[in-house]
């Protein structure tokens, strides 16, 4: 460790409170431990602030917010012997380093560079002990990065608002997010779907037990909207009476396949009263191995699919959880490493550590001779450890107290994951067989498997999905069956389904697509500027979306094409790993992209000046109906316009979407009111309109719902205008507190603040200048940049 001067400390920089506070606990006095807010300098918002003709030489500003952090860092930075910076250990951690240090001007030989992938007191004295300098291959990768997406943002985005809409944005990497949905959706809605039946059957070894009305009344449906009874229940109901399904695979040696009803039901006859035999019976033993442990697309995928959270939830618990947890008289301590990493290596320190608390709590038997070992993708950067918890005997349960809700479902996540892939492999005995029937058709043959557990190895803690596996009675070569249920199901071909959040994460990485790191906000901002909608829990591309998609692939066909962006990706990892110059892969990118933004710039029509034909008819003047593109996304409008101006909203699929009459009465002038259907959904209007424009809300059902509540006033005043005053508002998920000069102001505050704000404002503490301070009172931290 660099020696300080006895009269003077060494000033250690991180970038969020949380973080220097569970850091400061593993350092000596000599150490004063402060925290940037993240990102201290960066381009301006306004302007490309990149200049072009200067080899791309950008122009850097302190953040908005952040000069009283930046004066206070150089006034301790004046007092201090050494500069230690201490941010992340991937290309923004390196970038924020680098500002800090041209903001502070230390001297070179005094300013080091400590990284460690876990906030541990062991990872951060080794760190500190052995200091090192800031990695400027790290830094440049992301420079090039950021200037490629301003470049991309600042020069097509005034072009989208000239031709499409105000607001709209481009991304280097968004915009191909959002046609991998555009494009799915697509698909949809180009898919035919091909009927096909299946004849499924239930059999039993019970000779002598008719389960026929028992096992319909089990699977009967009473109401169209509930559910039958899941696969695995199914399963139980069938195991405990020696059953089991099985599909028809072949007739006379071919596969068996039928399309129409007349197929199907020609078959079934044949079958429904032939006797069933057991044929050859086949038993192997396999085994299931443990994934991986985590890296931030895998964790992403496995809090999506089965916590149920967002990508930029994961991302937000999962800094928390790395930063420190305030575990009571153990103080605040990192519980994982550090979150955004696309390794799988595992350290000696790491496994080990797995390995003995397997054997101690676990059992040996469930470990094996050697460590698991698991190969990373190449561009993985294996310096980097996988996502894993910082000490295996720190339990779910065991600190469950001191997290809240979140925090214990992901951090449990995590240490299930991390010590079930240093466990053996599950164990089954896997049975196939054949069940045979000979019919006027010749020999029909089903086909059946199942599997039984013999040992559990990893999936006592990581529990694998094993519902559609069905265990199997005791069956022989040539042993008789009795039918429980045979039937002719009719079935069609599904269309492609829609990405979720974990499918999306999943089709980027598998595309090379931007970084792991990245995702969180690159799905968080095609959704913010309305290219796609989640509804249901998957991504619907809207009108807008599809319209931006259709331009840019039309006039910037490199930036839209995923093979260019994965090589873009590729570029900006080698300026880091292989020392490629920076300034050629912006050369090389920025030639073809002015030609096409030149040839944009002229030729590009406005998004509303196109039609394209509609099968419908003006209802007013009988000419066609076109489709056209406006503010609130696609509609119907008369070809004859302006002569006609009949208009219509239709929905997705193009569907003309007409007036409904209703029983209600307009409260304003009594006529008649009537459903329409705007961009936030249906809604009452009265049927003189415009004359009368009197609106009410209406649910799904059509139900007219009750005038929203007025805000409650709190007497708060806003942090972020100073104008306003904070007021508590309803939503969906219950009350929060928001600004009342909204929409010019949309600060929003947890409702669960209001109390504890209105003491501070009380005694002269609200709203506080400090950005510190504020973050500190609000629960919140300042959010990195998102660089795509």
């Known amino acids: 460790m660099a020696k300080s001067a006895k009269t003077k400390k060494s000033l250690v920089v991180v970038e969020s409170p949380a973080k220097a506070k569970t850091i400061n606990r593993y350092l000596g006095p000599e150490f004063e431990v402060k925290a940037s807010m993240g990102h201290v300098r960066d381009l301006p918002a306004k302007g490309l602030n990149v200049d072009i003709e200067n080899d791309f030489k950008p122009t850097y500003d302190v953040v908005p917010g952040r000069m009283r952090i930046v004066s206070s860092l150089k006034a301790v930075a004046r007092n201090s012997q050494t500069l230690y910076l201490a941010t992340d250990l991937d290309r923004e951690g390196e970038a924020i380093a680098w500002h800090v240090a041209q903001l502070l001007n230390m001297p070179k030989q005094e300013t080091y560079r400590v990284v460690f992938n876990a906030i541990t007191r062991n990872a ?25 997406d301003r470049i991309v943002g600042y020069q097509i985005s005034p072009l989208l608002w000239k031709k499409v809409a105000r607001g709209l944005s481009a991304g280097r990497v968004q915009s191909v997010a959002v046609k991998i949905v555009v494009e799915r959706e697509r698909q949809i809605a180009q898919f035919r779907p091909e009927e096909y039946w299946l004849i499924p059957a239930v059999f039993t070894t019970n000779l002598n037990e008719d389960y026929q009305q028992q096992w319909l009344d089990f699977i009967k449906v009473e ?25 028809l695979a072949e007739i006379n040696g071919e596969k068996f396949h039928a399309s129409t009803q007349q197929q199907a039901d020609r078959i079934f006859q044949a079958l429904k009263n032939a006797e069933f035999k057991v044929g050859e019976v086949q038993t192997k033993r396999t085994t299931s191995k443990p994934s991986a442990p985590f890296i931030t697309s895998t964790l992403q995928q496995a809090a999506a699919n089965q916590l149920s959270f967002t990508t930029a939830r994961t991302m937000l618990v999962a800094q928390q959880l790395y930063e420190g947890i305030d575990l009571g008289s153990m103080g605040a301590l990192g519980l994982i490493t550090y979150m955004r990493t696309d390794s799988t290596h595992l350290s000696e320190e790491a496994l080990d550590d797995a390995r003995k608390y397997i054997g101690r709590n676990i059992g040996s038997n469930y470990l094996p001779e050697k460590p698991n070992i698991y190969v990373a993708k190449k561009s993985a950067q294996q310096a980097h450890e996988a996502i894993r918890p910082t000490d295996s005997d720190l339990t779910p349960d065991d600190i469950k107290p001191f997290l809240n809700e979140q925090q214990y479902r992901l951090y449990q996540l995590i240490w299930r994951r991390f010590l079930a892939c240093q466990m053996k492999p599950a164990e089954w005995d896997v049975t196939t067989s054949h069940i045979d029937a000979q019919t006027n058709l010749g020999l029909c043959r089903y086909k059946v498997s199942g599997r039984v557990l013999l040992f559990e190895g990893f999936m006592n803690l990581w529990h694998s999905n094993n519902s559609n596996d069905q265990t199997l009675p005791a069956l022989e070569q040539g042993q008789r069956l009795r039918t429980v249920d045979i039937q002719a199901v009719q079935n069609f071909t599904k269309p492609p389904a829609r990405y979720s959040e974990a499918s999306l994460v999943k089709a980027l990485e598998k595309e090379d697509i931007g970084r792991p790191s990245t995702y969180a906000a690159i799905i968080s901002t095609i959704q913010t500027r309305g290219y796609v909608e989640k509804i249901n829990g998957r991504f619907h591309s809207t009108d807008t979306g599809e319209v931006v998609t259709d331009k840019l692939n039309e006039y910037f066909p490199r930036i839209m094409d995923l093979s260019f962006t994965r090589h873009m990706e590729k570029q900006l990892d080698e300026i880091e790993e292989k020392h490629l110059d920076w300034l050629s892969v912006l050369n090389e990118f920025y030639g073809p992209f002015k030609e096409n933004l030149d040839k944009a710039t002229k030729l590009m029509k406005h998004a509303k000046a196109e039609t394209k034909p509609s ?41 003309m979407l007409q007036d409904e009459p209703t029983e209600h009465k307009c409260s304003t002038c009594g006529s008649a009111m009537v459903i329409k259907h705007g961009r936030y959904g249906p809604f009452l209007a009265c049927s003189h309109y415009p004359e009368c424009k009197t609106v009410l809300k209406i649910d799904k059902e059509g139900n007219v719902l009750p005038p929203s509540p007025p805000p409650e006033p709190t007497g708060l005043k806003c942090h972020k205008c100073k104008k306003g005053e904070l007021v508590i508002r309803q939503s969906k998920r219950g009350p929060f507190l928001g600004c009342n000069r909204f929409p010019r102001c949309r600060t929003i505050v947890s409702i669960k603040k209001v109390e504890e704000l209105k003491k501070m404002q009380s005694e002269g503490n609200w709203p506080p200048e400090d950005p510190e301070q504020l973050a500190e009172a609000l629960g919140s931290k300042q959010k990195k940049p998102a660089f795509k």
């Open 223 to 247: 109401r169209p909207e509930d559910k039958p009874p899941t696969i695995a229940k199914q399963h139980d109901w069938l195991s405990g009476r020696n059953a089991f399904k099985a599909e």
């Open 124 to 148: 951060i004295q080794t760190a500190f002990a052995q200091p090192g300098r800031i990695n400027m291959d790290k830094v440049m990768a992301q420079q090039a990065r950021r200037i490629l």
């Open 615 to 655: 099968p419908y008819n003006c209802p007013q003047c009988k000419s066609k109906l076109e489709y056209r593109f406006g503010r609130a996304g696609k509609f119907l409008s008369c070809s004859a316009y302006p002569d006609c101006k009949f208009t219509s909203q239709c929905d997705k699929e193009g569907k």
